[in-house]
């Protein structure tokens, strides 16, 4: 197999509706660059979700941080750079950089993603699969300078703000609740007028279980007290026959 370089750069554009009313680029929509790029890359590397599926695995993304200093405006065309920079048992960590064609560097992202047999859904051990291929292309001199993902604390008197029902298009090609659904969800708990003044500057998520179409998602909110920032943790939790349970949870930085 030819040998690829450890840090791949793959080319988008921000393309108009997917843009806000600000004409930058949504989120939710960098995030799924983000994700494109990281399968991409795995798979020119000889583990990607094609041939994983192939062996009964998959990738199923467990937390993801995009910090940005500013977003790509209307018809920017734009590089996500990403790379591995660790593998432990079952998890490897992703790195994201978003850099424009000029150069200009909009911000980065952090990622770690769970290897899971398709049938049983527990995790399998990375380097298990294709005598290990990952770990020739780990890459840890190249930077991402932001904090990773951190512990997301939220209290059980969290006030709830929003309930969701899930249908056809929050499914996606795992059968689960896609991962940059909730991302888009949580970010319309804030209304336009919100947006006007504020712009995220930091986004967390780490998810904890699966959701399915049919089940009904409810997000609960907090303000962090201590902080002097205008910060918000999110708890989603789904709703269905076996009652109430959590299934992740963010944090914001605007």
């Known amino acids: 197999m030819k040998k690829f370089p450890n840090v791949g750069c793959y080319s988008y554009v921000a393309e108009p509706f997917h843009c806000d009313f600000t004409k930058r680029l949504f989120i939710g929509h960098l995030g ?3 994700l494109n790029a990281a399968d991409y890359h795995s798979s020119d590397r000889g ?6 599926n192939s062996i009964n695995r998959t990738w199923v ?8 200093d500013e977003l790509p405006s ?3 065309k734009f590089n996500v750079e990403t790379w591995v920079d660790g593998v432990i048992r079952s998890f490897t960590s992703r790195n994201f950089k978003v850099v424009g064609t000029d150069g200009r560097v909009f911000g980065y992202g952090k990622s770690i993603w769970a290897m899971i047999d398709t049938e049983s859904r527990q995790p399998t051990e990375v380097q298990k699969v294709s005598n290990g291929i990952v770990m020739d292309y780990i890459e840890t001199d190249y930077p991402c300078p932001i904090e990773k993902s951190s512990r997301i604390k939220i209290g059980a008197t969290a006030p709830l703000v929003a309930s969701i029902d899930t249908h056809y298009c929050d499914v996606d090609i795992n059968g689960h609740i896609n991962s940059v659904k909730y991302i888009e969800h949580v970010l319309d708990i804030w209304d336009v007028e919100w947006y006007r003044k504020h712009h995220v500057r930091r986004f967390e998520i780490a998810y904890i279980a699966e959701a399915h179409q049919g089940d009904q ?11 002097d920032q205008k910060e918000y943790c999110v708890r989603i939790t789904k709703c269905n026959s076996d009652g109430e349970s959590e299934v992740c949870r963010s944090k914001i930085l605007f």
């Not at 993304?61 to 940005?68: G, H, T």
């Not at 998602?217 to 902080?227: I, P, T």
């Open 74 to 76: 209307m018809y920017d």
């Open 32 to 34: 799924n660059h983000m």
């Open 47 to 52: 583990y990607g979700m094609h041939f994983l």
């Open 61 to 68: 993304l467990s937390r993801l941080v995009i910090e940005m």
């Open 217 to 227: 998602l409810k997000f609960y909110r907090e303000k962090l007290a201590n902080s």
